[in-house]
């Protein structure tokens, strides 16, 4: 692939990240969840990775381990994740969702689907027939270039 190839996908990448955010988050209550973004990222990260270290967790949703952890401690708090040691190697502490994080993430996940029916009933069936191929399309291929 040439310079311009990959060019033109990174311009894409860098245009689809912040409208799949917005679509995501103007589809939630961010006040009624009492969520920060960060916090619902970890949450939905946890979804897809049910069990990261600290480290995995920051690198997965791409922001610092300082972050990260401030953003986790009130989630820990509020009993939406748990911290847990590995019995085998007690140094790693694991974050997963708890059953009330799960439960939070499952409501918000169908208020996000309610909320994107309306806006393809808007669109050509042609239209939505597209859209689901190129998003399975992208999710397989950007899992063969994760790390």
Do not use: W
């Not at 799949?20 to 969520?35: A, G, P, T, V, Y």
Request: hydrophobic share 40%.
């Amino acid at each position: 692939m040439n310079q311009a190839e990959s060019t033109g996908i990174a311009v894409s990448l860098f245009e689809i990240f912040p409208l799949c955010r917005k679509l995501i988050f103007s589809s939630l209550d961010m006040k009624d969840l009492n969520l920060t973004k960060s916090q619902l990222s970890i949450l939905f990260a946890l979804e897809v990775k049910p069990c990261l270290t600290m480290s995995r967790l920051s690198k997965y949703i791409g922001s610092s381990k300082e972050q990260t952890t401030r953003a986790v401690a009130p989630l820990a708090k509020e009993g939406l994740v748990e911290r847990y040691m590995d019995e085998e190697n007690r140094k790693y502490v694991y974050i997963r969702l708890s059953e009330k994080g799960t439960c939070m993430i499952q409501k918000a996940k169908q208020a996000f689907i309610n909320h994107l029916k309306q806006s393809f009933d808007r669109l050509p069936e042609e239209d939505l027939n597209d859209l689901k191929q190129a998003a399975r399309t992208t999710l397989n291929i950007l899992k063969k270039l994760e790390p």
